[in-house]
Nanobody, 119 residues
Framework: QVQLVESGGGLVQPGGSLRLSCAAS????????MSWYRQAPGKERELVAR????????NYADSLKGRFTISRDNAKNTVYLQMNSLKPEDTAVYYC????????????WGQGTQVTVSS
């Protein structure tokens, strides 16, 4: 079955960096666009970044451009989110997501990984 497993979250000081990973199974990510979302306490889940199936095009939330980079390694069936110059307002649970068709297309989510930016 389709599974997305995030890793790499943790506690980091303001200005620091983290790289999140999303290992996919049950489908070949090379055929699908992949996305990262995040949800802070008391806020709605928001799109962080998206990368097309071929990796040729990426989109970011306006507030994150220049600090976050999404990438993919189709050979490893894994998507990454490099986060630099982290700020306390980046604190959230980060989720990997993809819309995968198994007869009927539906959006799948990972379990999330907590990122906390604090001194």
């Amino acid at each position: 079955q389709v599974q997305l497993v995030e890793s790499g979250g943790g506690l980091v000081q303001p200005g620091g960096s983290l790289r999140l990973s999303c290992a996919a199974s049950g489908f070949n990510i090379s055929n699908y666009a992949m996305s990262w979302y995040r949800q802070a306490p008391g806020k709605e889940r928001e799109l962080v970044a998206r990368i097309t199936s071929a990796g040729g095009s990426t989109n970011y939330a306006d507030s994150l451009k220049g600090r976050f980079t999404i990438s993919r390694d189709n050979a490893k069936n894994t998507v990454y989110l490099q986060m630099n110059s982290l700020k306390p307002e980046d604190t959230a649970v980060y989720y990997c997501s993809a819309i995968v068709s198994r007869g009927v297309a539906r959006r799948y989510w990972g379990q999330g990984t907590q990122v906390t930016v604090s001194s």
